[in-house]
C-alpha cells in the first residue's frame, strides 16, 4: 500500500511540510532522510521573525524562543565603514541547526510522522503516464505515495527547473571566547563581498559563527572563480582581528551554496510537489532560507492535504501552490534586488551619515526591516551604547 505522502528531506522545509500534514490530519505520512538525525547543517542559524512567526503556526514558537539566543540588536556596517546599530528586541533568535532541525522533526514524529534516514534518494519512480508514485534509493529501497514531497535542498538531484542555476557561495567559521556586545548581531557590508555581506551570529553567551557570502556567478552568469578563503581571511582579519586573537576556532571552515530564485515556478509536477531550497526559494539577499523553506513546506501540506480531502483537483491545488509561494515571496525579492544595488553604490554610506534625520531613521527602518526578511526592527542608533542599553532593557523585560 502506497503511503498518502512521501517527504525526501527532513531540513526545514521536509519536516513542516510533515508536521503540518499530521496537523491537517493525514494520517500516513513517511519522512526521508540520508542522515540520522540529531546532524549538523552548515548554516547561520538565525531564525528571523517571519520564521518565528510560521513556527508560531506550526505551535513551536514558544519552546524554540525558550532554546534559543535572542538578538537584541543588529549592527550594520556599511562598505565605507560607517555604523548603525538597529535595536531588534529579540524579533530574531540564533538556534543551532542540528537543535532546531532535530525538534521540527521530533515535534512531526509525536504526531505520528514515519521517519526513515540513512535512506539516500537517487531517483523518482513514475508509473507509465509519467506521474511520481514513489522515490528509490541508491541502494534499491524503494518507498511509494501518493504524493511525493521533494525537499532535498540546494543540490536537488530531483528539481526540474530548466533556467541556470544561481547561487550564492559561502564560507564560515565558529569560535568560542568571542568578545562581543551581548545579544547583538552584526551584517557588514563590506566592499569585497558586495553587493552582498559577511556577518557575525552569536550562537549564545561564549560561542559565535561568522561567514561571508558573496555572489556564486560573475554578471555573465559564469561560476565565480574567487578564492573564498582568502576573502573569508581578509574579512576576519579587517574586521575582527584584536577579538578573534583572543578566540579559539571551533572545528573547520565550512562552505556551502545557497540557490535562489527571483520568480517561483518549476515546483510542481504530477504526482510531486517540490519546496523550500529544491525548489530555489530562499532570499537573494540575505540568503535566508530557513523561514523560505518552512513557508514553503506548509504551502505544499495545504496543497496535498486540499487534494486529499477532495477539496481540490490536483491540477487546482498545484496551480494555487505556485501562487501562494508567488504571492508570499516575491515582494522579498524585488526587496533583495533592491538591497543589492543599495549595498552596490554609496546610497548606504549616505544614509548611514544622515541617520539622525528622523526621515532618513523612518526609512532605514522600512528599507531596512522589509529587505532582511521582514524583520520587525524598532529603532535606529549609530550610538553603540545606546544600543546596548536599549537592548539591556529590552532583555531585562523579556
Ligand atoms: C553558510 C550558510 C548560512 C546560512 N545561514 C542562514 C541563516 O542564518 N538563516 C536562514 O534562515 N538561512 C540560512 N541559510 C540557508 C538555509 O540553511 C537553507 O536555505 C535551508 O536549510 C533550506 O532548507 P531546506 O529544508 O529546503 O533544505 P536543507 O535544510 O538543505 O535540508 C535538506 C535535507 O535533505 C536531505 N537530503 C539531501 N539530499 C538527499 C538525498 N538524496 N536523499 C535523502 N535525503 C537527502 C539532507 O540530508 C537534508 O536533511 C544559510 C545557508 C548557508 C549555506
Known amino acids: 500500500m502506497p503511503h498518502d505522502v512521501v517527504i525526501v528531506g527532513a531540513g526545514p522545509g521536509g519536516s513542516a511540510a510533515a ?46 524562543r525558550k532554546l534559543a539566543y535572542p538578538i537584541m540588536s543588529v549592527r550594520i556596517v556599511t562598505p565605507g565603514g560607517k555604523q548603525m546599530v538597529l535595536a531588534s528586541n529579540a524579533a530574531a533568535v540564533v538556534l543551532l541547526r542540528r537543535v532546531f532541525d ?61 533556467r541556470p542555476k544561481r547561487s550564492i557561495s559561502t564560507l564560515m567559521g565558529w569560535w568560542e571566547d568571542f568578545a562581543y556586545a551581548p545579544g547583538q548581531l552584526d551584517m557588514i557590508f563590506d566592499k569585497n563581498v558586495s553587493p552582498l555581506y559577511g556577518w557575525m551570529f552569536p550562537e549564545g553567551p561564549n560561542r559565535v559563527n561568522i561567514g561571508i557570502c558573496v555572489d556564486g556567478q560573475d ?11 582568502q576573502v573569508f581571511q581578509r574579512f ?11 578566540a ?50 506548509v504551502f505544499a501540506a495545504d496543497s496535498v492535504a486540499q487534494v486529499l480531502k477532495g477539496e481540490k483537483s490536483e491540477a487546482k491545488a498545484w496551480n494555487g501552490y505556485v501562487w501562494e509561494h508567488r504571492k508570499r515571496f516575491t515582494a522579498g525579492f524585488l ?12 546610497i548606504l554610506d549616505n544614509v548611514a551619515g544622515a541617520y539622525n534625520h528622523p526621515t532618513v531613521r523612518k526609512a532605514v527602518v522600512k528599507l531596512l526591516g522589509s529587505a532582511l526578511a521582514g524583520s520587525s526592527i524598532s529603532e535606529v542608533t549609530t550610538d553603540a551604547a ?11 523585560a523579556a
Open 19 to 64: 508536521l503540518a500534514l499530521a496537523q491537517r490530519g493525514v494520517k500516513d505520512v513517511l519522512l526521508l532522510d540520508r542522515d540520522p538525525f540529531p546532524r549538523d547543517k552548515t548554516c547561520g542559524s538565525g531564525l528571523s521573525p517571519n520564521a518565528l512567526k510560521v513556527l508560531d503556526g506550526l505551535g513551536l514558537g514558544e519552546e524554540v
Open 102 to 162: 532535530n525538534l521540527l522533526v521530533e515535534k512531526a514524529q509525536s504526531l505520528g510522522v514515519k521517519l526513515t534516514t540513512g535512506f539516500r534518494a537517487d531517483r523518482l519512480i513514475k508509473d507509465d503516464s509519467g506521474r511520481v508514485t514513489g522515490v528509490r534509493s541508491l541502494d534499491g529501497v524503494e518507498h511509494h505515495g501518493r504524493f511525493v514531497l521533494c525537499a532535498d535542498g540546494a543540490h536537488s538531484i530531483f528539481s526540474t527547473d530548466p
Open 219 to 229: 554578471e555573465e552568469g559564469q561560476k565565480s572563480t574567487r578564492n573564498l578563503r
Open 236 to 246: 576576519l582579519d579587517d574586521h575582527y582581528g584584536p577579538q578573534l586573537k583572543q
Open 248 to 297: 579559539r576556532p571551533i572545528g573547520k571552515w565550512k562552505g556551502h551554496p545557497i540557490v535562489y530564485t527571483n520568480w517561483v515556478g518549476h515546483c510542481t509536477a504530477p504526482g510531486a510537489l517540490f519546496l523550500g531550497e529544491a525548489a530555489r526559494i530562499t532570499h537573494n539577499a540575505t540568503g535566508e532560507g530557513i523561514y523560505q523553506a518552512m513557508q514553503s513546506g
Open 335 to 346: 526587496g533583495g534586488l533592491a538591497l543589492r544595488a543599495v549595498v552596490a553604490s554609496p
Open 386 to 396: 545606546k544600543a546596548a542599553k536599549a537592548a539591556k532593557e529590552a532583555r531585562d
